[in-house]
């Protein structure tokens, strides 16, 4: 089984060949957006890249709850309520949702990926 | 009017792969300053009607329900970029995924037999939030798909011939 190490060394290479960023650039911590410059269509690259990579299934949703994001249980206002919030940790365990629960606005909602997550994603998917 | 740039199809497997012509002749307007004493079909075009072959392909599959646009060119690369008049370029597609929210294909380019650009080109599939916004006038997505050939050489994944939806619809 792939350590978590040699999963990020897998997971760095899609990021830098998808997103054109230096290696150098590319840490567990790195958040996809904000300092990889990633954009949404970048987000579907990025998980085809990972499935044939690592002969995976991502399926939807399971990178970001977004097929959750319409019930007002979970959003209210456009931002998420403290359900929402939860059901968020819940389905991104790795997430560092600290400055994303200050203020959160579902438009800031793939803000919070960052490689750890894409990592994690890819060693469940592993077993 | 739209700019076309590519002919026709000559295979055409549903949701799996196509390939498509474009022949490059002298008439082409823009190849009198592109550039001038020596016609080359801009890459950029080339590039264009890679995208409008696969394009139409996961457009079928969909059976022209769903906004299909170019999100996308992840990789591409040419080998050969001296396209003059009387080639014909030969656009091979293959489907890698294919999903509700986008799709990613692979492409290849040959002239004469021989390769001149490969790469993958990656279409987001626009949610009901456009739905109000038509990509094509009433009549244009028929008479441009059955322009194209798609139901003169498509078949289904199960290899039977595409019906044209145009002629059922009521």
Do not use: C
Not at chain 1, 68 to 82: A, I, R, S
Not at chain 2, 61 to 84: E, M
């Amino acid at each position: 089984m792939a350590s978590e190490q040699e999963i990020f060394e897998q997971v760095r290479e899609v990021l830098v060949d998808a997103l054109a960023v230096d290696e150098d650039e590319v840490s567990m911590e790195s958040t996809l957006v904000d300092d990889l410059g990633a954009e949404s269509i970048d987000l579907l690259d990025i998980v085809f890249q990972l499935e044939k990579k690592f002969n995976i299934k991502i399926n939807r949703g399971e990178l970001i709850p977004t097929e959750k994001l319409d019930d007002p249980q979970y959003v209210q206002e456009g931002k998420l309520t403290e359900a929402g919030l939860a059901m968020l940790k819940e389905a991104l365990p790795s997430a560092d949702l600290e400055t994303f629960s200050q203020n959160p606005v579902i438009q800031n909602l793939a803000k919070v990926l960052a490689v750890r997550d894409l990592v994690y994603l890819v060693s469940t998917k592993l077993g | 009017m739209r700019w076309f740039w590519m002919d026709r199809y000559t295979a055409f497997e549903s949701g799996k792969r196509a390939q498509a012509i474009k022949a490059i002749t002298r008439s082409e307007e823009h190849l009198s300053d592109h550039f001038p004493g020596y016609p080359v079909m801009p890459i950029a075009l080339v590039i264009e009607g890679m995208a409008q072959a696969a394009g139409v392909l996961i457009h079928q599959y969909y059976g022209f329900s769903k906004k299909i646009v170019l999100g996308k060119i992840p990789r591409l690369a040419f080998t050969d970029v001296d396209l003059v008049p009387g080639d014909i370029l030969i656009y091979d597609i293959e489907v890698d995924y294919i999903r509700d929210e986008g799709s990613m294909v692979s492409v290849q380019v040959h002239r004469d037999g021989k390769q001149i650009a490969e790469g993958a080109i990656v279409f987001a599939h626009l949610g009901e939030e456009y739905a109000d916004q038509p990509l094509y006038g009433a009549g244009d997505l028929d008479n441009l798909v059955r322009a194209f050939g798609v139901f003169d050489v498509g078949v289904s994944a199960d290899g039977k011939p595409l019906a044209d939806p145009s002629l059922t619809r009521e």
